[in-house]
């Protein structure tokens, strides 16, 4: 994901060009910091951790309520 361009034209055209040949400042992107990769890696474990602490039932209790919603059905 790149960041966003300035409102100035001119301004956003430099930085174009600065990226076209390579000089622009390397600006790390918000998906790929260490504290977003810490973040999405502890919510995958969360979610396996509260997985297997559910009942079968439970889990298909919460699987229907969410195929319902996905599909626009009202209980």
């Not at 361009?5 to 060009?17: C, E, N």
């Not at 260490?34 to 509260?50: F, Q, S, T």
């Not at 889990?59 to 599909?71: D, L, S």
């Amino acid at each position: 994901m790149r960041p966003k361009r300035s409102a100035d034209p001119v301004k956003a055209a430099h930085q174009l060009y600065l990226e076209i040949i390579g000089e622009a400042p390397i600006q790390p992107t918000p998906e790929n910091t260490p504290a977003a990769v810490a973040v999405r890696r502890g919510a995958a474990e969360g979610g396996e951790k509260r997985a297997a602490k559910l009942t079968p039932e439970r889990r298909r209790e919460i699987a229907q309520k969410a195929a319902a919603k996905r599909w626009g059905k009202r209980d």
